[in-house]
């Protein structure tokens, strides 16, 4: 079954701009989408189709996608942004990444 | 506005069963392929089952296949998850989400409800 790793943890400093990887076997021929998930809430959706915002989502969220790595990039840290983040894709089936804290100093 | 609202869940014994609803308002409940994804205490979200718009396609996940049975009725606007043979394992909050698109449930999933949580425990 097809698999999709993530770092643990992602630490950023106020301000500063957080990267999140999302790795899977040529996942750059896939649509990716990422979602963010805070204590005790659901997940939301921040990115789909590898780079899409929905409405409501800040610019500061944004995606992309290549080769074996996609990857979504948090500009301009805010302490709001304190969350779980999970990649997903469909391969035969819906498949969710490991997820990655990230957490801003 | 697009809600769900899952209910159903509670404690229940290994090898007992019980039954997830998803009760949704805002769109057109048959057009869309709905999912049922789970998450354990302090883990990730781990896909569990998918079911087209019109019912006719159904997808589970290894872990639940044959002991989980997804369904809908399109006519009360409800997604349901059967499930039977529960395992501690299965302990989890179980939140139901609506694909983005028409049709089968292969695509991104927006928004989801706000989860119901199963624990499976003697």
């Known amino acids: 079954s097809y698999e999709l790793t993530q770092p643990l943890s992602v630490s950023v400093a106020l301000g500063q701009t957080a990267r999140i990887t999302c790795g899977g076997d040529?996942?750059?021929?896939?649509?990716v989408h990422w979602y963010q998930q805070k204590p005790g809430q659901a997940p939301v959706l921040v990115i789909y189709?590898?780079?899409k915002r929905p409405s409501g989502i800040p610019e500061r969220f944004s995606g992309s996608n290549s080769g074996n790595t996609a990857t979504l990039t948090l500009s301009r840290a805010q302490a709001g942004d304190e969350a779980d983040y999970y990649c997903q894709v469909w391969d035969s089936s819906t498949v969710f990444g490991t997820g990655t804290k990230v957490t801003v100093l | 506005e697009v809600q769900l609202l899952e209910s159903g869940g509670g404690l229940v014994q290994p090898g007992g069963s019980l039954r997830l609803s998803c009760t949704v308002s805002?769109?057109?409940?048959?057009?869309?392929?709905m999912i049922w994804v789970r998450q354990a205490p302090g883990k990730g979200l781990e896909w569990v089952s998918g079911v087209s718009g019109t019912g006719t396609s159904t997808y589970y996940a290894d872990s639940v296949k044959g002991r989980f049975t997804i369904s809908r009725d399109n006519s009360k606007n409800t997604l349901y998850l059967q499930m039977n043979s529960l395992r501690v394992e299965d302990t989890a909050v179980y939140y139901c989400a609506k694909d983005a698109n028409y049709g089968d449930p292969v695509n991104w999933f927006d928004p989801w409800g706000q989860g119901t949580l199963v624990t499976v425990s003697s």
């Open positions: 040529n996942i750059g021929s896939k649509n």
């Open positions: 189709r590898d780079s």
């Open positions: 805002g769109f057109t409940f048959s057009t869309y392929g």
